[in-house]
């Protein structure tokens, strides 16, 4: 069974830093493109970062230079480094994974709450 479960989110006052992580089974391998996405009340869920191939990433505009997506293929995990949060980057984080020819695998989500 495909899943992803993501953790590590939680409440910090801005300026800190947290980091994301999101366990895929049954393994990382599986998944061509992986990625970080933020949705807010009343927004649609839009892309944080990802890889778009071996070794590149993308960043939104908004983290560019704050946030750092990674991966470790023996854990299976992808990694979500965000230093100096700002409150507008509030939000239920999601991780996803596509596959060739199958719908994005989404993850439950994890709350990060950035105070001001």
């Known amino acids: 069974q495909v899943q992803l479960v993501e953790s590590g989110g939680g409440l910090v006052q801005a300026g800190g830093s947290l980091r994301l992580s999101c366990v895929a089974s049954?393994?990382?391998?599986?998944?061509?493109?992986m990625g970080w996405y933020r949705q807010s009340p009343g927004n649609q869920r839009d892309l944080v970062a990802g890889?778009?191939?071996?070794?590149?990433?993308n960043y939104a505009d908004s983290v560019q230079g704050r946030f750092t997506i990674s991966r470790d293929n023996a854990k299976n995990t992808v990694y979500l480094q965000m230093n100096d949060l700002k409150p507008e980057d509030t939000g239920v984080y999601y991780c996803?994974?596509?596959?060739?020819?199958?719908?994005?695998?989404w993850g439950q989500g994890t709350q990060v709450t950035v105070s001001s």
């Open positions: 890889f778009i191939g071996p070794g590149r990433a």
């Open positions: 996803r994974g596509d596959r060739p020819f199958d719908r994005p695998s």
């Open positions: 049954p393994s990382i391998s599986i998944f061509r493109e």
